[in-house]
């Protein structure tokens, strides 16, 4: 069983930077590939970055690379979403989930799931 918190949303202007968390409790974080979604209002959830088990692998949607950073700390039970270069578009409530099976930008493959953190760029 993990639990999921998710912190370090906000209200920022465009081109600001944010830094998401995501702290993990139970003993097997970090057997657990880490992934952040997001959801806008009207819109279906969609997956923005993923991590391996040991961080060894990222993969992010094709319109935050560059801007975005996926990161763990397995002896903290964290991970983390550097977010730089904010567009409006990107404004959404972002999601931290922990799984391991199926494609890694698929939802169905992510058991546990945060509550959300609101993240909203101002133009």
């Known amino acids: 069983q993990v639990q999921l918190v998710e912190s370090g949303g906000g209200l920022v202007q465009a081109g600001g930077s944010l830094r998401l968390s995501c702290a993990a409790s139970g003993r097997t974080f970090e057997s657990y590939r880490m992934a952040w979604f997001r959801q806008a209002p009207g819109k279906e959830r969609e997956h923005v970055a993923t991590i391996s088990w040991n961080g060894g692998n990222t993969y992010y949607k094709d319109s935050v690379k560059g801007r975005f950073t996926i990161s763990r700390d397995n002896a903290k039970s964290a991970v983390y979403l550097q977010m730089h270069s904010l567009k409006p578009e990107d404004t959404a409530i972002y999601y931290c989930?922990?799984?391991?099976?199926?494609?890694?930008?698929?939802?169905?493959?992510?058991?546990?799931w945060g509550q959300g953190t609101q993240v909203t760029v101002s133009s």
């Open positions: 989930a922990a799984g391991n099976k199926g494609y890694y930008s698929a939802s169905a493959g992510y058991r546990y």
